[in-house]
């Protein structure tokens, strides 16, 4: 059984810091493809960060320069660690692992942590 489960999330005021982790089991963690999302109310789920096998980032034009994304494949964790919070980073962050492998895509989700940015 696949589970990803994230935590860290809260309230923060603007200008603060969080540190969202998602740890894995039941999957090979470190052939994965890990990434976060976010989905605040009404907006669609957005992608926010990927971090692929080989340790290559990319992120949302949004985030750039204040959050960053890495892995640690001993711990089967990923983090996303976010500064300079805005209130426009409200939303619910979720835990993304996918891959492709002899033409199926595996593709995992977690339950959400909820990040407030206000003050």
């Known amino acids: 059984q696949v589970q990803l489960v994230e935590s860290g999330g809260g309230l923060v005021q603007p200008g603060g810091s969080l540190r969202l982790s998602c740890t894995a089991s039941?999957?090979?963690?470190?052939?994965?493809?890990m990434a976060w999302y976010r989905q605040a109310p009404g907006k669609q789920r957005e992608l926010v960060a990927t971090i692929t096998t080989s340790g290559s980032t990319n992120y949302a034009d949004s985030v750039k320069g204040r959050f960053t994304i890495n892995r640690d494949n001993a711990k089967n964790t990923e983090y996303l660690q976010m500064n300079n919070l805005k209130p426009e980073d409200t939303a619910v962050y979720y835990c993304n692992a996918r891959k492709t492998m002899l033409s199926v895509d595996y593709d995992y989700w977690g339950q959400g942590t909820q990040v407030t940015v206000s003050s």
């Open positions: 039941g999957i090979i963690f470190r052939i994965y493809t």
